[in-house]
């Protein structure tokens, strides 16, 4: 392909560079014996073998290429962390500097690799690997964290060949989980002091009934171990579904034409897993509607003075049971007069309530039911389904959206979802009659107030009720008004007067996100682990309640949706 | 024939080497911009730029994190990283970009294949 010259000069430019590579790799292994931990030294010991195996890939020297190739991945295991450096590695490593070094002198002289054999040098790196992969299952099940997602039917095996890329590669199914013998003993010892309590219960209610409420305690005390030890298991890092975005970002970038970026953040948060199925489908939804409808075309990117490549961030965290989601896009955002057109138009809101309407609420409508805004209607994003198909899962899971956005600049989704649907913590209070279960996870404190403390305590600030508490002015809603007339905001109080002359109040004072309010209740009961199902069909444009559960005495309760109480 | 520009961003020496003779050789009407890493390469880069052959494992920022630098600094840039082998992950990311790719070991054939575009 060169000429003579031109090949000379190359293979000049072969052995300076992979000389200097080397001693920087010989330093570098060095260091490492008493500093194994420092990465940016891994890392440019990795990155020069990494020169080395391509500079010999480049001049065809097959036989180097292989055995630095073996030795980088080795190095690629010690920049995970999966394995340590040793004396025993470092030296396998420096074995391999100067079988290099020697092999460079053999070419030089004669031109070619000459008759080398390296497998038994491969061999060795590839056991010091293999060593690595043997210690990691028992590490997994010593791991007091998570049961591990299977990626499987079969059990996984160690498997000595395995590539980079692997661990990441495979995000593992969610449909089932794996248990170690460890954690699968716990229960099971768990279920023994299950038994074993029962058998007191039973002894006391049979031969002396004065221990019975001991025993009943105690078998509470211990179902609701059992419980929370389960939900545990229930709980997997989102990550496990976040990985698969990468994929469904690239192919819709490819039909689209679009230049993406799909940037992940939280992947760590934990969910219970009947969420992450269920939230699967409602993330991928918004990731396409964001290239789809959100991020502009290259050409049109630029000429508005962007980036020609479109940026969508997905991030999760958790906050107090809570599972906060983000979608943001920096793409043409919603354009909020056209969405209250096109509601007008297809008759969602009439024309009054559309100019009264806040912007916040107008974005909204785009979950509506048959909305779609896109001109033009498109095979990824669909026609119009979708969008109110997100805010049915969203509803679902007892959850909320919210859509902010500037016109031009880009859109964000955030969802809140309960961490996990299976059994919630609540306080149990009543109005008219029903029993209402509010999470105790917005509830900041109960105060009752008697006789004259009630108008003491109770003001009216632009005609709405407020409640003194420690010195503090809270709003007061009454759970009575609500219930009573859950569609009209004006009713969600009792007047002023009408508070100030009962004889008590009683008041839950609950926070959602930043804001503080009361609550006034008919009467506070006592609290309650409730096993939560997911509201009635009937009941489920009805956005104040989160979810239903079956009381001790076969009655239905329903669970308040605290952040949508709020927004009345 | 108008001059076209490449940048050639890669931290071995030799890698450059490799295809500087070969636009030297093969394809003389393309003038050249070499960096040894990201840094240096925005610093060279200038508009316009028509393509942009990257290594990916570099010091300092990797071949896509300079890709998207680029693409700003020099729009209408075809970008293609330079590999042998890369994480799906890594090469779904590259493909949402726009971002081609030539493998590794690099060959007068395969930048040929590229500059077809160019003519």
């Not at chain 1, 030089?108 to 210690?135: H, K, N, Y």
């Not at chain 1, 059992?226 to 496990?240: A, K, M, N, S, T």
């Not at chain 2, 729009?75 to 590794?104: C, W």
Request: charged share 25%; with cysteine; hydrophobic share 40%.
């Amino acid at each position: 392909m060169f000429d003579e010259a031109t090949q000379l000069a190359l293979m000049q430019e072969f052995f300076s560079e992979n000389r200097e590579a080397l001693d920087r790799i010989e330093r570098g292994l060095l260091q490492l014996e008493s500093t194994p931990t420092n990465r940016e030294l891994l890392n440019s010991v990795f990155r020069d073998m990494h020169t080395v195996k391509g500079n010999c890939r480049m001049m065809g020297f097959e036989r180097l290429e292989e055995l630095t190739h073996t030795a980088e991945s080795l190095l690629d295991r010690l920049r995970d962390g999966k394995l340590m450096i040793d004396t025993r590695i470092g030296n396998e490593l420096l074995g391999v500097v100067d079988t290099v070094r020697r092999t460079l002198v053999t070419i030089e002289q004669s031109g070619s690799e000459g008759e080398v054999d390296f497998s038994t040098l491969i061999q060795q790196l590839e056991q010091v690997q293999a060593a690595e992969t043997r210690i990691a299952p028992s590490i997994a099940l010593e791991e007091p964290s998570l049961p591990e997602l299977s990626h499987g039917d079969s059990p996984t095996t160690p498997d000595s060949t395995a590539t980079r890329g692997d661990h990441e590669g495979n995000p593992g199914r969610i449909d089932s989980i794996r248990l170690s013998i460890e954690r699968l003993d716990a229960l099971m010892s768990q279920v023994g002091e299950l038994g074993a309590v029962f058998n007191q219960l039973k002894y006391a209610v049979q031969r002396n009934p004065a221990q019975t409420d001991q025993a009943l305690e105690g078998l509470g005390q211990q179902i609701h171990a059992l419980q929370e030890e389960v939900l545990q298991y229930r709980l997997q890092p989102i990550g496990r579904i976040l990985d698969n975005y990468h994929r469904l970002v690239r192919d819709l970038a490819v039909e689209t034409k679009k230049k993406v970026i799909l940037d992940l953040t939280g992947e760590e948060t934990e969910v219970d897993r009947n969420v992450l199925i269920a939230i699967k489908e409602v993330l991928g939804h918004l990731i396409r509607n964001a290239i789809d409808h959100g991020i502009e075309p290259p050409e049109e990117r630029m000429a508005r003075g962007k980036s020609p490549v479109g940026r969508v961030r997905l991030s999760a965290e958790q906050k107090q049971g809570q599972i906060y989601l983000e979608i943001a896009d920096d793409g043409r955002g919603i354009d909020v007069s056209r969405v209250r057109d096109k509601a007008i138009e297809r008759g969602l809101i009439n024309l009054d309530l559309a100019l009264e309407m806040p912007d916040s609420e107008v974005m909204k409508l785009i979950m509506a039911p048959g909305f779609s805004t896109a001109e033009q209607v498109s095979r990824i994003s669909g026609r119009g389904t979708g969008m109110d198909v997100v805010q049915a899962a969203i509803d679902k899971l007892g959850g909320s959206v919210t859509i902010t956005s500037q016109f031009g600049a880009g859109s964000r989704f955030r969802l809140r979802i309960p961490q996990t649907m299976a059994i919630v913590s609540v306080l149990l209070v009543t109005a008219c009659g029903e029993t209402y279960a509010i999470p105790q996870v917005n509830i900041v404190e109960l105060v009752s107030f008697h006789g004259a403390e009630v108008a003491d305590n109770v003001e009216g600030k632009l005609q709405s009720p407020m409640v003194r508490v420690r010195e503090r002015i809270f709003p007061l809603i009454s759970l009575r008004q609500l219930v009573t007339h859950p569609d009209h905001a004006a009713a969600v109080t009792r007047s002023v007067e009408e508070i100030r002359s009962t004889h008590s109040l009683h008041v839950v004072v609950l926070q959602s996100e930043e804001r503080i309010f009361g609550l006034d209740v008919d009467a506070i009961k006592e609290p309650a682990s409730l096993v939560i199902k997911p509201v009635n069909r009937i009941f489920s444009d009805i956005s104040l309640l989160a979810g239903t559960a079956v009381m001790p005495d076969g009655s239905v309760s329903f669970l308040l949706n605290v952040p949508e109480l709020i927004k009345l | 024939m108008d001059n076209k520009t490449v940048l050639i961003v890669d931290d071995s020496s030799l890698a450059r080497m490799m295809v500087r003779k070969i636009f030297a050789t093969s394809f003389t009407d393309w003038q050249l911009i070499e960096a040894k890493d990201g840094t240096e390469a925005l610093a060279l880069a200038e508009s316009p730029l028509q393509l942009a052959l990257l290594d990916f494992n570099m010091p300092g920022m990797n071949g896509i994190e300079l890709a998207e630098k680029l693409m700003v600094k020099c729009p209408g840039v075809a970008v293609y990283l330079v590999t042998a082998n890369i994480q799906d992950r890594m090469h779904q990311r590259a493909e949402s970009m726009g971002i081609g790719f030539i493998k590794k070991p690099i060959a007068e054939n395969k930048i040929a294949e590229v500059l077809k575009k160019f003519t």
